[in-house]
């Protein structure tokens, strides 16, 4: 199947490692011109030394917890690229349980840096003709998920915000959607880690997956390929859930 990419300008945030840089490796397979960004410019500059001979792909540093770095790093991504066909908001202020401090970084980072990010690139989503906006949630939005913290319950506010955005942008051919992964397992990411510092944890929601083994981030990075793509054309303001069965609730 042609996905409609081949020329397409991706905007993917957080996207030196993990899932955003799987995201940014499948775009650029597919032919997009790819922008990418964190918060390290040694992590960019590697990121971008790795990725050069995979496609066009340009990048810098990038915090987007800060309003004006976010909006700014937009801004050049788009000139650098020459507009923006697809923007991927993926960082996460994670999931810290450091009372109000994590509510606040949650808050700034996932909530308002899809707001603030879906506003500078508007503009530019406009001119495309065929906009997409990817924003990454999680299952622990859906479904009760260890303790009752920011991380879940912000979450959760972007799929009730990307539906309301996908009325407001549709007009202008800009659809909206969330991948929401359940747990994805890879080296350095979240789920090494409390492999090997709670295995007790670890195994019990291994334990919940049908197929006996976590996501890895080629299959969230396909699912958003494809949603961000020309290919979906008809699909907007949906929550696709990218778990392999880890998720237990009808979605009606
Ligand atoms: N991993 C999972 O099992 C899982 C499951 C469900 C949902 N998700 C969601 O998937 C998304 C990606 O998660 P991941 O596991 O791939 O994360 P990750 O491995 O921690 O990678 C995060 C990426 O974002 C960058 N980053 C972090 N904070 C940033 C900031 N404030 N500004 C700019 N860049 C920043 C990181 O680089 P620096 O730290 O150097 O800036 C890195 O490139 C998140 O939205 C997460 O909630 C993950």
Redesign the pocket.
Known sequence: MDLGLKGKKALV?????????RITEALLAEGCAVAI????QA?VDKALAELSSKGTVVGSE????NAESYKAWIAKSAEQLGGIDIFVH?????GGMEGEKSWYNVFE??VMGAVRGVEAATPFLKESGVGSVIF?????AVETFMAPMA?NAL?AGLVTYSKQLSQALGPANIRVNVV???????A????ENIEKHAPDMYKAHLAIQPNGR?GT?EE?ATAVTFLASPAASWITGVNLIVDGGYTKRVQL
């Open positions: 945030s957080g996207s030196t490692r993990g899932i955003g840089r960004g964190s918060r390290k992590d990038l915090d987007v917890a993926n960082v996460s202020g994670g980072t996932d990454i949630g999680t299952t622990a991380y979450k929401c992964p359940g747990p994805i397992y890879f350095g990411g979240a789920w976590f981030p969230v």
